[in-house]
């Protein structure tokens, strides 16, 4: 069997053929050396992360974009929103308008709990779509946070705003993935679509490629 991810429904948990075991709290694989579950069957990283959600420790991941959308960037970011929520994915956005609206309301409405991180000083100042709004009154610094924060930023659409944010993530060694047309710069993963974004980003949350 080549190296792949099993998941043991009787033992609740997650490994890496052959010898490794992942913590769900931690985000981390531990080396083991007892023998793999009789019942363990092989799982692609989304399902993982869905089999995961009961103990799963909740990891911001961020989606940037236009303030001023277009229909295409607001339905793309939409159905990103909801194909997160749908995998476990924690959104964590700028929670203002545009493609930030547009992701939480995806996310909101599929059962996710977005979090938006404001310039403002009042957290109503947040779209209606944003469960936890957090006022930092830092104006656009907060774009800096974010990128800190999130182990993977997802841009969809924008200018030079966007552009910052994913320079400042790629800055700080995180994952930037981009869809549609947004700022091409070197080091970010140009994705073909909704599922590759999300395929992406939860092989890379569990570090299929390089577990230790």
């Known amino acids: 069997m080549n190296r792949t991810l099993l ?4 033992q609740q948990i997650l490994f890496y053929y052959p010898n490794f075991q992942f913590d769900p709290w931690q985000w981390k694989w531990h080396a083991i050396n007892e023998t ?17 959600q009961p103990r799963l420790r909740k990891v911001p991941i961020a989606v940037i974009g236009p303030r001023e959308a277009t ?22 956005c700028g929670g203002k308008n545009g ?3 547009a992701v939480a309301k995806g996310h909101l409405e599929a059962g996710g ?17 944003i469960s936890i709004p957090i006022a930092t009154g830092i104006g656009k610094s907060r774009n800096v946070i974010i990128a800190q ?6 841009a969809i659409g924008g200018g030079y705003g966007t552009m910052s944010e994913m320079a400042f993530g790629l800055h700080f ?9 947004a700022p091409v710069l070197p080091g970010a993963v140009a994705c073909s679509d909704i599922d590759d974004i999300v395929s992406c980003t939860a092989a890379y949350l569990l570090r299929c490629d390089h577990p230790k």
């Open 7 to 10: 998941w043991s429904e009787k």
């Open 36 to 52: 793999l579950a009789e019942d363990a069957r092989e799982v692609d990283a989304i399902e993982a992360l869905k089999l995961l």
């Open 71 to 92: 229909e295409e960037e607001y339905q793309y970011a939409c159905q990103l929103g909801k194909a997160m929520a749908e995998a476990g994915l924690q959104l964590l």
């Open 99 to 101: 493609v930030m609206e």
């Open 113 to 129: 709990m977005p979090i938006g991180l404001i310039p403002e000083t009042e957290w109503t100042q947040a779209n209606p779509y």
């Open 149 to 154: 924060a999130c182990p993977v930023l997802i």
């Open 173 to 181: 060694d995180k994952l930037i993935l981009t869809l549609g047309n």
